[in-house]
Nanobody, 117 residues
Framework: QVQLVESGGGLVQAGGSLRLSCAAS????????MGWYRQAPGKQRELVAA???????VYADSVKDRFTVSRDNAKNTVYLQMNSLLPEDTAVYYC???????????WGQGTQVTVSS
């Protein structure tokens, strides 16, 4: 069983930055893909960004050039650096892990990100 614990969410003004962290209870090299989804009120959960064991990344079009996903294998941690935040980035952000970004099997509890205009 893989446990994921997110941190780093909060309230920020539009244009600001936040960095989310996701600490895994296992060696993250045992999981092929890790990343971040988000869910805004009344909307479906959507992929934000993901990174594979080999370092390949994928991003939602809405966050390209603003967000960066990275991993520190030594710390078993995945990060999401979010810059130039917009009010529409407001959501609960969930860390996931699994075979691929489309099939995450393990999830964290979520962390709230609120961007004020």
């Amino acid at each position: 069983q893989v446990q994921l614990v997110e941190s780093g969410g909060g309230l920020v003004q539009a244009g600001g930055s936040l960095r989310l962290s996701c600490a895994a209870s296992v060696n993250i090299l045992t999981t092929n893909a890790m990343g971040w989804y988000r869910q805004a009120p009344g909307k479906q959960r959507e992929l934000v960004a993901a990174i594979t064991r080999g370092g390949s990344t994928v991003y939602a079009d809405s966050v390209k050039d603003r967000f960066t996903v990275s991993r520190d294998n030594a710390k078993n941690t995945v990060y999401l650096q979010m810059n130039s935040l917009l009010p529409e980035d407001t959501a609960v952000y969930y860390c996931g892990a699994g075979i691929s970004a489309a099939t995450f099997r393990y999830w964290g509890q979520g962390t709230q990100v609120t961007v004020s205009s």
